[in-house]
């Protein structure tokens, strides 16, 4: 098992350099996709994600059991993209749709814990993508603060069980872990 966890800000290229690695590695791939098009703004986002990948490029939708999805499409012959934590995590801790997930801790706590477990048993090669939000102020309001809580450990508890964690800035890797 190798996973990677790619990390950056809004449009720093984080996408884009999983998608180099995967074409780089030979390997048939899927792409995790974890976005909701609760807009029309996101909806065109995610139609413009799915047309520039390659199309024999699987696509797999998993807004909320990304364990699951995870287990299922990791393979010794694959190349994996989970793209992105920081959208899964929305869903689960601000849902927008009656979907079984309410955004209580204990659902939260019983998704990242599926979560986490699935990337340490993995076959195959793994990158997760998520943002890095937490290097701002302290964000007004409890909600929003418990969110950036939430991903930011969510984050590490991630790195600590990747082989390579990778920050992009301005599209620029930067080698923060190697395997």
């Not at 690695?21 to 995610?46: F, H, K, N, Y």
């Not at 659902?107 to 997760?128: Q, Y």
Request: proline share 4%; aromatic share 6%.
């Amino acid at each position: 098992m190798s996973a990677e966890l790619i990390l950056g800000g809004a449009r720093s290229g984080k996408s884009t350099y999983a998608e180099r690695l995967a074409r780089q590695s030979g390997r048939r791939v899927t792409v995790i996709a974890t976005a909701l098009p609760l807009d029309d703004e996101m909806a065109a986002r995610i139609r413009a994600h799915r047309e520039g990948r390659p199309p024999e490029w699987e696509t797999v939708e998993a807004p909320y059991d990304l364990a699951t999805a995870l287990q299922t499409a990791a393979m010794t012959d694959r190349f994996v993209i989970v793209d992105c934590l920081t959208l899964w995590a929305t869903n689960h801790l601000c849902p927008q749709e009656s979907n079984g997930t309410d955004g209580s801790p204990s659902r939260w706590l019983a998704a990242r814990c599926a979560l986490l477990e699935s990337i340490s048993s993995v076959a195959g090669e793994v990158v997760v993508v998520s943002n890095e939000i937490g290097w701002g102020v302290v964000p007004m309001g409890a909600s929003t603060r418990r969110f950036v809580d939430e991903l930011g450990w969510l984050n590490q508890a991630v790195a600590a069980r990747c082989g390579t964690v990778t920050l992009l800035a301005a599209g620029l890797p930067v080698r923060l872990k190697e395997r």
